[in-house]
């Protein structure tokens, strides 16, 4: 069976609920010919368990949206994905998923706030979830939160989104004393913040930490004792300072040395250095970003300096011992729905093998947002986030970006599988 995609544009023309394709189960759904009651059968020849393991010839059953059993029986499937790679739904820890372009089709940055902004964020969502990526965390804009609860409730299709509202920007001593950043930690919980980030560095290439010691342990012991996790934004010095101050996650981490590389290693810190996409964004799409805030061409000078010294970064990271490197994107305007070639020039440029490159955006991506028991590998108890890639992607990454089949929380958004 051959299904037409249906084009992005035409999504927002058509009733959202109606986009996903089938649920087993679903009231008004019609039985599927091999459902065995609520289930549903998805039949694989290869599976990327999301742990490091590969599986051969199974059968995944499916029930109340949960993966409930893998099975070796060889009957009749509702999905019939053999031939393909099957892996969890991937997972993107770093996007900012309401960047949009303007309606005059230059960057508008994160505003979400028109109705042309709300339409492009959902669009976003949408080029998200198709491109195999089914859940993201976005870092951060209050704009998030709407989206994230109409996905979550089913309003409209996209990844599941945890946000972190509205980040602390780090500005030196304007940033407050530690109990200002305290009660701005509690005031993003309050928000409906699923995580801090926080800016913790200026530039890429020059600029200085922008929160002391003092304030950085105090936004990340504030947000622990939240029950909440931190990603922090740092270059140079401020990646030692967040690794010694508990947060969870360092993002981008240029004039990281390898000193400070193996502490993050021993104190468990995970680490998300970016290898190209998003400056290969800015430079395809140069003409709809210059002249826009913080895009002038120093900016773009400096862009195309800082690609190789990302990837030396990533190469010399992946020799670290120990060090828990998870995947995400930074995605942006014009990035949305490309995610995946991240994961194509992690390990093409960065040195990543490909298993740790799909790995690090499954199950250990799972594990650093603290959801290892509910997403992030094949496995009975989980969520039902199944893809399919047309190809093996452990020999050629590129077939990350031929995702053909999504499954999110066990209801089917694509099946672009021919058959
Ligand atoms: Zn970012």
């Known amino acids: 069976m051959t299904r037409a995609l249906v084009p ?7 009733p959202l609920a109606a986009a996903p394709l089938a649920r087993a189960g679903a009231p008004g759904a019609p039985p599927s010919p091999h459902s065995r009651g609520d289930t549903t059968i998805v039949a694989a020849s290869t599976v990327l368990d999301g742990r490091g393991k590969v599986l051969h010839d199974l059968r995944i059953v499916i029930a109340g949206g ?21 892996l969890p739904g991937l997972i993107d820890a770093h996007v900012h998923i309401t960047w949009s372009f303007g309606p005059d089709g230059k960057n508008a940055g994160q505003n979400g706030t028109t109705p042309q902004a709300v339409y492009a964020s959902a669009a976003n969502a949408w080029a998200t979830l198709m491109a195999g990526f089914t859940t993201v965390q976005s870092v951060g804009a209050p704009a998030d939160v709407p989206l994230r609860d109409a996905i979550a409730g089913g309003a409209i299709p996209g990844p599941r989104i945890l946000t972190a509202v509205e980040p602390l920007m780090g500005r030196g001593a304007a940033s407050g004393p530690p109990d200002s950043i305290r009660a701005f930690v509690r005031r993003q919980k309050a928000a409906g913040a699923d995580l801090i980030k926080i800016f913790a560095s200026g530039g890429m290439l020059r600029g200085a930490a922008t929160l002391s010691q003092e304030q950085l342990d105090a936004a990340c012991d504030e947000a622990r004792r939240q029950g909440l996790r931190t990603l922090v934004h740092a270059y140079r010095d401020a990646v030692r300072a967040a690794t010694l101050a508990g947060c969870t996650e360092i993002e981008h981490g240029l004039g990281a040395s390898d000193d400070d590389l193996r502490l993050m290693a021993e104190r468990g810190t995970y680490f998300d250095p970016q290898a190209g996409l998003v400056l290969e964004t800015y430079l395809r799409e140069k003409a709809r970003y210059l002249g826009t805030p913080y895009y002038d061409e120093d900016a773009f000078t400096a862009f195309a300096r800082v690609l190789p010294m990302m990837h030396e970064l990533l190469r010399r990271a992946t020799r670290i011992a120990g060090l828990k490197i998870v995947f995400g994107t930074d995605a942006v305007a014009g990035a949305h729905g490309r995610n995946a070639d991240e994961l194509v020039d992690r390990v093409r440029d960065g040195g990543v093998e490909p298993m740790a490159a799909l790995v690090s955006a499954t199950g250990l991506g799972a594990e650093a947002l603290g959801m290892a028991d509910r997403i992030g590998a094949i496995a009975p108890g989980l969520e039902a986030d199944i893809i399919a890639m047309d190809g093996d992607p452990l020999r050629d990454i590129t077939a990350a970006r031929r995702v053909v089949f999504v499954m999110k929380g066990g209801v089917v958004y694509k ?3 021919t058959r």
Do not use: E, M, N, Q
Not at 69 to 85: E, F
């Open 8 to 14: 992005a544009f035409a999504l927002l023309l058509i």
């Open 66 to 86: 949960k993966i409930v059993a893998l099975d070796s029986g060889s009957g009749p499937a509702d999905y019939d994905l053999r031939g393909l790679t099957v």
């Open 415 to 417: 099946d672009a599988v």
